[in-house]
């Protein structure tokens, strides 16, 4: 018996359309069958308050463990690593020339200016002469006392020797001749004395026989007594004169030995004056004592310059090298900041949103405070509080501008923010509150 095979369903084809023998109703307005309750949904709003709550949730969170750099912002300016040579005058003179010129770089050892010197050899040159004088005149005095040989001696003060010697044999030979005229004098009237003395005597006999008169006898006597006058003081004459060429010898050897302590004095000061017109003259020429670059000439031809007296130097030259950042930190954030911490430097010729920045590192801190006159002078009256200065090291000598590189130069005014300390975020906020708080108790 064959099994019967099950026939598939035949489904209608949409696409052919068949005969229908149903009758189609007739079509009714259209209504709701039954009514519908339209409900409100929470999606919308679920969504805006998580979103609020993940939004504070991270703002918290973010606030708490973000990092903050505070930083304080301090100005200052570029200069040189070597300090500014100051170059001031020695010794006094006149400037002849100047060789420099504002800007202009210099190597050292480069002659900067040259002072007139035809003073300072001519003054040199008379102190050398006024000394070889006085020199000569002490070795011919010291011959003519016997305290140096006469041998030694060169052919010119030989000369002067000679003629000081014939002057000196002429002072003595003219005293040695009135002592000697003088004690032959005294020797006439000495012999006179005695004629006079024998003749009142035999007067005197003749009275007393009666054979003279009393006045012949008178007048001898009173010749005799006239002559003893003249030999009394024909004696002290012969005695000053005695003295005066004692007086003589001796004289001129006390006189040779006091010109020798004042010659001497006197080569002593030509010597000290011969010795600073000397310094003098080998500082005429004022050199570089570095290379670098020179600015504020203060001098030029036909200055007159005093050592002591100048306010201003000659001269400055910003030595050739690095350059670093001075600045001025205030006394609010100086506990903050240590050697080696971070800094940004700007320059104020550049603005820092278009050049950037040069990255540098704190060196070193001044540990004494600005006094008020340097405040003044450095940051002018507007800073308020006590400044300390510090020196910032550069990591860059140049600053890109584009595709070039602008070298620094020293003198450019900077601001730089230094890094004091890393803070949350959260710590702020709380330490305004803080403070704020603090300020409403000091009110109470």
């Not at 100005?75 to 170059?87: H, Y």
């Not at 000495?190 to 005597?201: D, G, K, P, R, S």
Request: proline residues 5%; glycine residues 6%; neutral net charge.
């Amino acid at each position: 018996m064959a099994a019967i095979e099950p026939q598939p369903e035949q489904r209608p084809n949409p696409f052919i359309e068949e005969p229908s023998n149903t009758v189609e109703p007739t079509p009714k307005p259209w209504s709701f069958s039954q009514p519908v309750l339209l409900k409100k949904t929470n999606r919308n709003r679920n969504v805006l308050v998580w979103s609020l709550v993940g939004s504070v949730t991270f703002a918290g969170v973010w606030s708490a463990i973000a990092p903050l750099q505070e930083t304080v912002a301090v100005s200052g300016k570029l200069q040189p690593i070597q300090a500014v040579q100051d170059i001031e005058a020695l010794v006094p003179g006149v400037v002849e020339t100047v060789l420099v010129n504002d800007g202009e770089r210099v190597a050292q050892g480069d002659v900067l200016l040259r002072f007139d010197s035809r003073a300072a050899n001519a003054r040199l040159e008379a102190a050398r002469s006024n000394r070889d004088r006085l020199q000569n005149q002490v070795a011919i005095n010291r011959v003519i006392l016997g305290e140096q040989d006469a041998a030694k001696l060169t052919a010119n003060q030989q000369l002067q020797l000679l003629n000081q010697r014939r002057q000196q044999t002429g002072e003595n030979n003219a005293a040695s001749e009135a002592l000697a005229r003088s004690r032959v004098r005294l020797q006439g009237l000495h012999q006179a004395l005695a004629t006079a003395e024998n003749i009142a005597q035999r007067y005197q006999s003749l009275l007393a026989d009666g054979a003279t008169s009393a006045l012949q006898a008178l007048e001898s006597q009173a010749k005799v007594d006239k002559l003893r006058s003249e030999v009394q003081a024909e004696e002290r004459e012969v005695a000053r004169l005695e003295a005066t060429a004692r007086a003589t010898i001796s004289g001129n050897e006390a006189e040779l030995r006091k010109a020798i302590e004042t010659n001497l004095r006197a080569i002593a000061d030509l010597s000290e004056e011969i010795e600073q017109t000397n310094v003098l003259i080998s500082n005429i020429e004022v050199t570089a004592p570095v290379g670098g670059t020179v600015f504020d000439v203060s001098v030029s031809r036909g200055s007159v310059v005093q050592p002591q007296g100048e306010a201003k130097p000659l001269l400055k030259i910003i030595p050739a090298g690095p350059l670093q950042a001075k600045v001025y930190l205030p006394n609010s954030a100086i506990g903050f900041i240590q050697p080696g911490q971070r800094a940004d430097v700007g320059l104020t010729s550049f603005p820092r949103d278009e050049y950037g920045f040069i990255p540098a590192t704190v060196q070193r801190i001044g540990s004494d405070a600005l006094t008020s006159e340097e405040q003044q002078r450095v940051l002018g009256t507007s800073a308020q509080g006590l400044h300390f200065p510090a020196v910032l090291k550069l990591e860059r000598q140049t600053l890109k501008a584009g595709r070039r590189n602008v070298p620094l130069q020293p003198g450019m005014s900077l601001t730089a923010d230094v890094f004091l300390r890393e803070r949350r975020f959260i710590s702020t906020i709380t330490g305004a509150m803080e403070k704020r708080l603090r300020s409403l108790e000091r009110l109470r």
